[in-house]
């Protein structure tokens, strides 16, 4: 998932082409057109307010929880603490399914850290130690499953992922298991990364393809977090891997932006929420009809884009029309609230 960095170093890159534009002045809230009716499975970073919860609570099925993360030397993780169990209740205390994130994301690095989750998957005992530890988390909370979102994965890495979910399926009989991955447009960058989709598709109850952060912190400058066109290439390239079991599918969209800064390929970009670019932008906020997300380049020379609730709303119709689950939202600290329709 797309962790919350103020800035990160970044490398030099190219505007992606943008479509028609619409100029939207004075915007101060969501459209109120902005409502989705598929299930939606909404992630919490388990400091934020539960009230989050609440606010969305109509429209959401399920709320994944970040989390817990593996050690640097691949052996262990950690329980969840009682900042994500409180999510959990408020979850629960609003009927919905609740499931915790495991993760390789590392603070010190402020990255997704490779070479820890090599060395839990190149190993059974320390799979083993890991899967010991979710089971006894899950059993002993409630919580109703466990999401995968090991992330920055080499081709070295493919065995080890598949026995991982494997092994975490078998340990938690009647309970869910997903995955979330990492959005490309080509076979091969999936491979390279990892994944093994057919396998994955057969071996988890739920793959949520993470189809955000096509711009952001990384080898890019400004552009769309995730346009919807290179969403629905690599939505397609999945479901081609799923055995015509889409249902198992859900399309992870942003509920964030960046700001790039005019030095931005020296680090200087910051994440924002879907109310601060708003607040920021102000007139400036313009709607792009290709894109089918706003952005807005403001009076110092930094450029915005951001996806919002109408961002949501506007992918119903590709997940309607694929036969796919239903949407995630990263994430509820920063997404404006989710409605149904």
Not at 37 to 47: D, H, I
Not at 85 to 96: E, I, W
Not at 179 to 193: G, H, L, M, R
Not at 316 to 322: D, E
Request: charged share 15%.
């Amino acid at each position: 998932m797309s962790k919350r960095i103020s800035s990160k170093t970044v490398k030099a890159g190219t505007l992606t082409a943008v479509g028609t534009l619409v100029i939207a002045f004075g915007l101060a809230a969501p459209p109120a057109d902005a409502a989705v009716s598929s299930p939606v499975l909404a992630y919490q970073e388990e400091g934020d307010a539960t009230s989050l919860i609440a606010a969305s609570a109509a429209a959401l099925e399920q709320v994944g929880v970040d989390g817990v993360n593996i050690s640097s030397n691949g052996t262990s993780v950690g329980r969840p603490d009682s900042d994500a169990t409180a999510q959990l209740a408020a979850a629960h205390s609003q009927g919905k399914k609740a499931e915790v994130l495991i993760g390789n994301f590392s603070e010190s690095l402020g990255d997704f850290d490779e070479p820890a989750a090599h060395k839990m998957l190149a190993s059974t005992t320390n799979i083993n130690a890991v899967v010991n530890t979710l089971k006894s988390a899950v059993n002993s909370q409630g919580w109703d499953g466990v999401g995968v979102d090991l992330e920055s994965l080499q081709v070295r890495d493919t065995s080890g992922l598949l026995a991982f979910i494997k092994a975490l399926k078998n340990a938690i009989p009647g309970k869910a298991v997903s995955i979330a991955v990492t959005c490309f447009t080509s076979e091969q960058e999936f491979q390279d990364n990892g994944y093994n989709l057919s396998a994955l598709g057969q071996a988890v109850d739920r793959l949520v393809l993470m189809a955000y952060d096509e711009h952001g912190f990384g080898d890019s400058g400004p552009g769309p977090i995730g346009a919807l066109s290179w969403q629905t290439t690599g939505l397609d390239l999945v479901l081609g891997h799923m055995n015509g079991n889409n249902g198992k599918v859900i399309l992870g969209e942003a509920g964030y932006g960046y700001r790039w800064y005019k030095d931005w390929s020296s680090g200087h970009v910051d994440q924002v929420s879907d109310a601060q670019a708003r607040s920021l932008a102000g007139s400036k906020a313009v709607w792009d009809t290709s894109a089918h997300e706003w952005h807005a380049t403001l009076t110092d020379g930094s450029v915005m884009w951001w996806a919002d609730a109408k961002s949501l709303a506007d992918r119903q119709s590709l997940v309607t029309g694929r036969g796919v689950h239903g949407l995630a939202v990263w994430d509820l600290g920063l997404s404006d609230p989710i409605t149904h329709s």
